[in-house]
């Protein structure tokens, strides 16, 4: 006999269900969850684990992890036919990567220093060095797909992207790119800065998904 019924999802990662067993009578569930990524095929997670409860209208929350579909089989131990339900997670940010930058006066190039981020939220394509003209610090968004090449620019007013790193290249303690150094990273030139001129330097992480 089933004793779990009216099996719902809220808060994206919470179950609420429904027990016919008497009130005050202690119940045991047991949880058993898969978690797949359509845009990510190497990523799965399996967990499994029981709590206790005689509420009639129990709650939990789970561990669930961004971006990811999920089907939980959920049965009480007094039953035994499982219940199945599909959650999905909504795709969030990646965390902030670490960045060191070191401001210099009329010496040798400015550094920035780079930690790899956690893929926690998702896989990380790469990180993308883009240099703007200070003056366009305030109205850039990093969501923008605007900003080019050196060479592509139109304008000397123009952002552009002076390196990209694939996430593979970063080592996992820290590695340093001088801002100007005139070499290439991946497709994009790290042009020379202009003598006298105030830029704002953008550390960008990009996720390709299903490539």
């Not at 004793?3 to 609420?16: A, K, M, Q, V």
């Not at 009130?23 to 045991?28: F, K, V």
């Not at 990380?124 to 850039?140: D, E, M, N």
């Not at 150094?181 to 991946?186: H, I, M, T, V």
Request: charged share 25%.
């Amino acid at each position: 006999k089933q004793t779990i019924s009216n099996i719902s999802g809220f808060n994206e990662t919470c179950l609420r269900w429904r027990s016919i067993k008497t009130a005050d009578m202690e119940e045991m569930y047991l949880f058993h969850i898969w978690g797949q990524r359509w845009y990510q095929k190497e990523f799965a997670q399996e967990m499994t684990f029981n709590i206790s409860s005689s509420s009639r209208d129990p709650e939990v929350c789970l561990d669930l992890r961004p971006g990811t579909n999920y089907n939980v089989s959920l049965r009480a131990l007094s039953s035994e036919l499982p219940v199945v339900i599909s959650l999905t997670t909504q795709i969030t940010e990646p965390p902030l990567p670490e960045v060191e930058f070191f401001t210099v006066h009329r010496g040798p190039l400015p550094r920035l220093r780079l930690r790899k981020a956690k893929e926690k939220n998702g896989p990380i394509s790469s990180y993308q060095v883009l240099v703007l003209p200070l003056a366009l610090q305030s109205t850039f968004s990093c969501d923008s797909e605007g900003a080019s090449s050196f060479f592509s620019n139109a304008s000397d007013a123009d952002g552009y992207v002076a390196a990209e790193l694939l996430a593979k290249d970063v080592p996992d303690d820290a590695m340093e790119i001088p801002i100007g150094d005139r070499l290439y990273y991946g497709e994009y030139y790290n042009a020379p800065l202009k003598r006298g001129s105030d830029y704002c330097i953008i550390l960008r992480i990009t996720s390709e998904w299903n490539k």
